[in-house]
């Protein structure tokens, strides 16, 4: 059994039974909405607060929204013990956290894409020439919150809980995330030149890396514990 | 080469304080059906997803075509296919989508002619581009069962194989099973029902208070009670 085949059997399985259910999508979508609004409505007069709290806001939006996706992850393999198949199968366990976390990835930022122009016009936002670093931000924050995340839905997913305990598990450790993301955002749509905020895209993609480096390396015992 | 498929020695499985499984030995050879029996909560299902890989033994020795199932789980793995109690199906994957899945797990890639072989001969041919959501529990088993036809596994475990099945269904139970013992396959099952398994089992057991009494096949004839 190809690990690569595996991943993309995994990825296909994932978004083709979101397309169809759209569960995830709306409820994601839903909370979304309701972040934008309310912060518009707090912020409505005053542009100097947007510009020092839209990053936050942003993130805010983007990190709750993806926790609830994420919840959602490995629950969907309780339907019909299908977990129990996947536990089985003769694949490598981390080729079954890497589909997930893929599959994750490009359904969250999938959805990111469709808040992004709520936030413009919401915040009255010029983001066009800053599009391009924004992405690579947004692809960062995300890689490395559903990397935790996909670990932790995996973690918890046998528990009763478990709606409750992901948020508790992954939000400490998404802390490093958060922080880059923020940080790198304000930078950005503050207008400080790239060099400022540059580390913090480094931070952000390094602490990427090391959640799914530790991440691959105990998938596999969290699977078959 | 030895045919032996599954070697099991004193084997045994706690719950924290509750030993449910107490120094099991037994051997299956292929090409042979066991039929296990036992009252609710005997541990038929436990042994059998012991046997499945989905639990480890608290002790013992279980070996499958000669790789143990602790220290050499992946391969063990591919060598046998479990039809459990839950169908593992994906509710929004189709008869074929989710045989494709399921089939990719395994690094086989059955052509369309085979999936509609195997969907027309377990009787759900119809509905191969149905939602699997859509099915009864009927139709879950048999489409469960069309996965055990395309994966040809050397060890064939059923959990309950007749539960949720109409006659025919049944029938289609034991036609499979005999085409598969014929194959060499071993098929290692629990059910309740020994009249039914009469037809196919050469070798059955009955699990009793943790350990495993193996039984004449006439038992499975007669009218008194196993346990």
Same mark, same amino acid.
């Given at each position: 059994m190809s690990f690569f085949s595996a991943i993309r059997w995994i990825i296909w399985k994932d978004l083709l039974s979101e397309l169809r259910s759209r569960e995830n999508f709306s409820s994601m979508l839903f909370f979304a909405l309701a972040v934008i609004l309310i912060f518009s409505f707090s912020f409505s007069t005053d542009q100097e607060a947007v510009r020092e709290l839209i990053a936050g806001v942003i993130w805010v939006a983007f990190g709750f929204t993806a926790i609830i996706g994420l919840g959602k992850s490995f629950a969907v393999e309780l339907q019909n013990d299908c977990l129990e198949a996947l536990q089985i199968n @003769?694949? @490598?366990k981390g080729a079954i956290y890497l589909g997930k976390l893929l599959a994750n990835v490009i359904f969250i930022f999938s959805v990111e894409l469709l808040l992004l122009p709520l936030f413009v016009i919401f915040f009255? %936002? #010029?983001i066009l020439e800053k599009l391009p670093v924004l992405l690579v931000i947004m692809i960062g924050g995300t890689l490395g919150l559903s990397a935790l995340g996909t670990l932790f839905s995996a973690l918890t997913v046998q528990i009763r809980a478990r709606e409750v305990m992901l948020p508790i598990l992954l939000l400490p450790m998404a802390v490093p995330v958060f922080i880059g993301a923020v940080e790198a955002t304000r930078g950005l749509l503050g207008g400080a030149p790239f060099a400022f905020y540059r580390p913090w895209i480094d931070l952000l993609l390094v602490f990427d890396v090391i959640f799914i480096v530790v991440s691959f390396w105990v998938i596999d015992f969290v699977l078959d514990a | 080469m030895s045919s032996l498929v599954i070697h099991a020695e004193a084997l045994s499985k706690s719950y924290h304080h509750f030993?449910?499984?107490?120094d099991l030995s037994f051997e299956l050879e292929a090409g042979v059906c066991y039929a296990l029996f036992g009252p609710n909560g005997a541990g038929k299902t436990t042994l059998l997803k012991i046997l499945a890989t989905v639990h480890r033994p608290s002790g013992g020795r279980l070996m499958i075509m000669g790789k143990d199932v602790v220290a050499d789980r992946d391969a063990v793995r591919g060598r046998l296919f479990l039809v459990a109690?839950?169908?593992? %199906? *994906?509710?929004?994957?189709n008869a074929v989508e989710n045989l494709r899945f399921a089939m990719g797990l395994r690094g086989l890639a059955p052509s369309d002619r085979d999936i509609k072989l195997a969907l027309d001969r377990v009787g759900v041919g119809a509905f191969a #581009?149905?939602? $699997?959501? *859509?099915?009864?529990a009927g139709m879950k088993k048999r489409l469960a069962i069309a996965k055990a036809l395309l994966a040809r596994p050397p060890l064939l475990l059923l959990d309950e194989? *007749? $539960?949720?099945?109409d006659e025919k269904g049944i029938a289609l139970v034991n036609q499979v099973i005999r085409e598969a013992t014929g194959a060499g396959t071993a098929v290692f099952m629990t059910t309740h029902d020994r009249a039914k398994v009469a037809d196919v089992a050469r070798r059955a057991g009955v699990l009793r208070q943790g350990a495993l009494h193996e039984l004449p096949l006439t038992a499975l004839t007669g009218t008194h009670e196993l346990f």
């Open positions: @003769p694949i @490598p009255n %936002l #010029d | 030993q449910v499984l107490r109690h839950g169908s593992h %199906l *994906y509710d929004e994957l #581009d149905l939602k $699997s959501r *859509y099915f009864s194989a *007749y $539960s949720s099945l």
